[in-house]
């Protein structure tokens, strides 16, 4: 009862205060010359898969909106200022696309959005910090170090490459002849620390610059479902060559833990897909999930 009353005091005292003007609110008006100081905002509305220009969709700008032409591009003059940008499929057919822009000059910004076919769940559990890191270009220059290999890897190896490509129906790696020429180097161990194989990753800015992965040797003699654990193995490091971390999703060969069939299947081959779609460093926090 004691604190009620002086917390009922302390409001009196304050509605006091405020009326005779003796404290102020927390202005923090920033002033803005709105005249003086507009930018124009372009670019184009587009299906990540096809490219296509999207022109049935509702752009938000802060106060303002607008529509796509039939090419899917857009413009808008407006303050320089910090404003919440959001693109919303009106048929529904896509994800909707939502970004905070802090305007400062002309600003281009192209609006990849990804169509409701792609489980964009899925997608980001791949990708636990949501930024897409991957190779600026594809494909992936490979060098299999063939006179290191043991028998059966080199046709192992060769066969995680077929089923990444086939699933994604994309040209992701090539061989080349030297380690000079390659991103992704293959070396064969006798030993790895706490693991089968292992993969390390060279970054900058956003990009893969060089990997190389390490796998050990003895793997032929171990029979994993129907295919050799060193086909699992080239596959499940092979995916995290493209970009993939872990996911929780069972059945596919990125899970961690490892449940169920550990395959690259088809869902796989979308998500590829999309990645290497999406412009490099592609934050998916701006395509929202819990939205109805
Ligand atoms: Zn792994």
Redesign the pocket.
């Given at each position: 009862m004691h604190g009620l009353e002086r917390r009922l005091r302390r409001i009196v005292a304050l509605l006091i205060a405020a009326a005779t003007g003796s404290i102020s609110s927390p202005s923090t008006c920033i002033e803005h010359n709105a005249e003086s100081n507009t930018v124009c905002l372009s670019g184009t509305v587009c299906d990540v898969l096809t490219a296509e220009g999207i022109e049935n969709c509702h752009i938000v700008v802060g106060e303002d909106s607008t529509r796509p032409d039939p090419s899917g591009s857009y413009e808008v003059r407006l303050p320089a200022s910090a404003y919440v940008f959001s693109v919303r499929s009106l048929d529904k057919e896509y994800y909707t696309y939502s970004t905070l822009l802090h305007l400062r000059e002309d600003t281009h910004l192209d609006v990849p959005m990804i169509p409701r076919s792609v489980d964009v769940r899925f997608l980001k559990s791949f990708f636990p910090n949501d930024v897409i890191i991957r190779w600026e270009n594809l494909p992936i220059k490979v060098y299999y170090n063939r006179p290191d290999a043991p028998a059966g890897y080199i046709h192992m190896l060769e066969g995680a490459i077929g089923d990444w490509e086939f699933v994604s129906a994309m040209n992701l790696f090539e061989e080349v002849q030297t380690p000079e020429e390659a991103d992704l180097d293959i070396e064969y161990v006798s030993h790895v620390k706490y693991a089968e194989s292992t993969i390390d990753l060279r970054v900058d800015a956003g990009c893969f610059t060089h990997m190389t992965i390490s796998i050990e040797t003895y793997y032929p003699w171990y029979i994993f479902g129907q295919k050799s654990y060193a086909y699992k193995a080239f596959a499940?490091?092979l995916g995290?060559a493209l970009g993939l971390s872990?996911s929780t999703y069972p059945f596919q060969i990125?899970a961690?833990p490892h449940v169920g069939k550990w395959e690259i299947t088809a869902p796989l081959g979308t998500i590829i897909q999309v990645v290497y779609s999406l412009p490099v460093g592609t934050n998916l926090l701006c395509y929202p999930i819990n939205e109805k």
């Open positions: 499940h490091e995290h872990h990125m961690s």
